[in-house]
């Protein structure tokens, strides 16, 4: 245990070494971007140690792993975000621990979403997805939802009992016009966000950049990055 604390806390002191030269590039205060540690696949046990280290926000994507790591980890002061995308019959699972749900991107996801909240009593933060490789669909390879699409969709969380509407949220596409230059796509995104505060000044989160291209999104304007393989190393391989 004491040789992955060392481990994670080097790691982590790397990736805060990177935001913080990304923040004073682009005129930034450190203080405006927070980290989030994708803990996808790793152990509770991860999560104590990285708490103990200072982290305060950490994200999932998959209910079946989320949901007993969550409970394991309840005494502990995180933010738990839920990044992967989310199938309605999950949302009552999810909501039960998650604090912010960064995949919104469908009207029927919110209504579960608002009708669990209400029932458990709690508010949940949502993050509109967007796709900025949205075909005809109107949707994107991973999840999310077209820019055309978005403001109709924050209308829809802003307005549902149980939910608030947190910001937008994208993943760096690989497919489309954006597919190899994320910072185009994180500087879209920022201004899809100029255009959300207009109606919904409140709505002021904007999630974008990973591992390998959180600088990208910090450059862009982003808020919040999530960090997963940086912090925690390359995950095991499943199945």
Same mark, same amino acid.
């Given at each position: 245990?004491t040789?992955?604390?060392?481990?994670?806390?080097?790691? =982590?002191?790397?990736?805060e070494?990177?935001?913080t030269?990304?923040?004073?590039? %682009?005129?930034?205060?450190?203080? $405006? !971007?927070? =980290?989030?540690? /994708?803990?996808?696949t790793?152990?509770?046990?991860?999560?104590?140690? =990285?708490?103990?280290?200072g982290?305060?926000?950490v #994200?999932?994507?998959?209910?079946?792993?989320?949901?007993?790591?969550?409970?394991?980890?309840?005494?502990?002061?995180?933010?738990?975000?839920f990044?992967?995308?989310?199938?309605?019959n999950? /949302?009552?699972?999810?909501v039960?621990?998650?604090?912010? !749900?960064?995949?919104?991107?469908?009207?029927?996801?919110?209504?579960?979403?608002s009708? $669990?909240?209400? &029932?458990?009593?709690?508010?949940?933060?949502?993050?509109?997805?967007? #796709?900025?490789d949205? *075909?005809?669909?109107?949707?994107?390879?991973?999840g999310g939802?077209?820019?055309?699409g978005?403001?109709?969709?924050?209308?829809?969380?802003?307005? %549902?009992?149980?939910?608030?509407?947190? *910001?937008?949220?994208?993943?760096?596409?690989?497919?489309? $016009?954006?597919?190899?230059?994320?910072?185009? #796509?994180? $500087?879209?995104?920022?201004?899809?966000?100029?255009?959300? +505060?207009?109606?919904?000044?409140?709505?002021?989160?904007?999630? #974008?950049?990973m591992?390998?291209?959180?600088?990208?999104?910090?450059?862009a304007?982003a808020?919040? /990055? +999530?960090?997963?393989?940086? !912090?925690?190393? /390359? &995950?095991? &391989?499943?199945?």
């Open positions: 245990m040789d992955r604390k060392t481990e994670l806390a080097a790691n =982590l002191a790397k990736v070494e990177r935001i030269a990304a923040c004073t590039a %682009a005129g930034r205060a450190r203080e $405006e !971007v927070t =980290l989030i540690v /994708v803990t996808k790793y152990p509770a046990s991860d999560v104590r140690i =990285l708490s103990g280290l982290v305060r926000h #994200a999932e994507n998959r209910d079946q792993d989320a949901a007993p790591k969550a409970a394991a980890c309840a005494d502990l002061p995180l933010t738990w975000h990044v992967g995308q989310l199938q309605t999950k /949302v009552r699972s999810v039960g621990y998650a604090d912010v !749900v960064q995949s919104v991107d469908r009207s029927r996801l919110v209504t579960a979403l009708k $669990e909240a209400v &029932r458990t009593g709690r508010e949940v933060g949502c993050l509109v997805q967007v #796709a900025l949205a *075909g005809a669909s109107g949707r994107g390879e991973r939802v077209a820019p055309a978005i403001e109709e969709l924050a209308d829809l969380v802003a307005g %549902a009992p149980g939910l608030r509407l947190d *910001g937008l949220m994208t993943v760096a596409p690989l497919t489309g $016009e954006y597919a190899g230059r994320e910072q185009a #796509a994180f $500087e879209r995104l920022m201004d899809l966000s100029t255009d959300l +505060r207009r109606a919904h000044p409140a709505a002021t989160m904007v999630s #974008a950049g591992s390998a291209d959180l600088e990208q999104a910090v450059a304007g808020t919040h /990055v +999530r960090v997963g393989t940086a !912090v925690l190393g /390359v &995950r095991p &391989r499943l199945g």
